[in-house]
């Protein structure tokens, strides 16, 4: 799972000491599967932790994992390197933006998966992109489209048969696709 070293361990638990009411720290990933995810560590109070996150007891101090975040924290490591400034506190988290998604991943982690992976690559040659809003509970990819893609003319055949079509071959579960994207903003469409 997550590698924390030891003096990693000591630099959180020197902040933690100066913190009052703090548990001890919660590892977590904003927007997770995605290219703007960003890997967090934070202090963990009374009533930050949810239920499914996954407790670590460390010899001096605790750790909380996002549930959401497990399958991207897997192998990740956090390092404190001292140095003439005082020293640095690093974590790299190399499945935070593309996890390994497998038959057992979550619907939604497989069709961000597709998305940037697949999709957008292709997308990208006209400046355009697509993400994933939502995954409805009928089992409907959600979208929104950006860059050159938004406003833009063939944005129809390009959802109907490119996205649409890659989604539902290889994600057989899903059972549409829907664009929810403003089109009348055309000052970025690429037709």
Known sequence: MVTITESAQEYLAELLSKQEGALGVRVFIN?????RAETCIAYCREGDV????QQEVLPSLSVWYEAKSLPFLEDALVDYAKDRMGGQLTIKAPNAKLPRVDDN???EDRVN???YNEVNPALAAHGGEVSLVEI??????ILQFGG????CSAVDQTLKGGVEKTLLEQIPQLTGVRDTTDHSDTSQAYY
């Open 136 to 141: 409805t509970e009928a089992n409907v990819a």
């Open 113 to 115: 998966y597709v998305l």
């Open 148 to 151: 050159g893609c938004q406003g």
């Open 31 to 35: 927007q997770p599967g995605t290219p």
């Open 50 to 53: 949810q239920e499914g996150d």
């Open 105 to 107: 991943s979550s619907l």
